[in-house]
């Protein structure tokens, strides 16, 4: 089938160990930030969210570090399994309710078992 | 989060012709929007599907090109017209719900061919 993210920078790692996936957001005002993981085939599924107002946030086994000074988010998978290889990508927007999303460029990882 | 569906989940089209693409949810939602996938590369919104009013569309993308419409709170189309190879992508629909204003959560996406 179609595959999604085929020339799209590659995390490789070991199943178990801890991932993680940076990306540099473009506009200093934007205030809330989505990953979003999406596996071949399929759309993008929701992981995790942050607002700007917050520096960091925990969800199950994915962590989400802001760093509004460089405008840098990161994502952060512990104990990676196979189940996480996929594409992420980091999402921002500006204002509250119903506003548009900007995409970043995504991140394959691949997982080995 | 809302469950969303698209049909055709793919499809195959000559150039010059048009597809029309369905959207469906299974709850009443705000906001509704198209995306693009092209072969690797990430989303960029072509427009926003407004309830009742005239789809707001970003830069680089036409109405008369992708006509948009919403009928209704669950449901939405996107034609893709006159079509030619490089029209070949993913494309994608999302929402917001009413409890969930910022985050857009998608569907399962359009897998387009113009051959």
């Known amino acids: 089938g179609e595959s999604v993210g085929l020339h799209l920078p590659t995390l490789s790692v070991q199943e178990g160990d801890n991932s993680i996936i940076n990306c540099a957001y473009s506009?200093?005002?934007?205030?809330?930030f989505i990953w979003y993981k999406q596996e071949s085939g399929k759309g993008p599924q929701f992981i995790i969210d942050?607002?700007?107002?917050?520096d960091k946030r925990q969800g199950q086994r994915v962590t989400v570090l802001l760093n509004k000074t460089v405008k840098h988010l990161s994502l952060q998978i512990a104990a990676t399994q196979p189940g996480d290889s996929a594409v992420y990508f980091c999402?921002?927007?500006f204002g509250t309710g119903f506003q548009k999303l900007v995409f970043g460029t995504g991140t394959r990882l691949l997982v080995s078992p | 989060s809302a469950v969303i569906s698209q049909k055709p989940s793919r499809d195959i089209c000559q150039r010059g012709t048009s597809l029309t693409i369905q959207c469906q949810v299974d709850?009443?939602?705000?906001?509704m929007f198209w995306y693009r996938q092209q072969p690797g590369q990430s989303l960029t919104l072509i427009a926003t599907?407004?309830?009742?009013?005239?789809?707001?569309?970003e830069s680089g993308f036409v109405i008369d090109k992708f006509p948009i419409s919403r009928p209704n709170l669950t449901f939405s189309t996107l034609t893709v017209s006159n079509m030619s190879p490089e029209d070949s992508s993913i494309y994608l629909c999302?929402?917001?719900?009413?409890?969930?204003?910022?985050?857009?959560?998608f569907g399962p996406g359009t897998r387009l061919t113009v051959l």
């Open positions: 942050i607002r700007s107002n917050m």
């Open positions: 506009n200093s005002a934007s205030d809330y």
């Open positions: 999302s929402v917001n719900t009413r409890t969930s204003t910022d985050t857009q959560y």
């Open positions: 709850s009443q939602v705000t906001m």
């Open positions: 999402a921002e927007s």
């Open positions: 599907a407004n309830q009742g009013s005239e789809a707001t569309y």
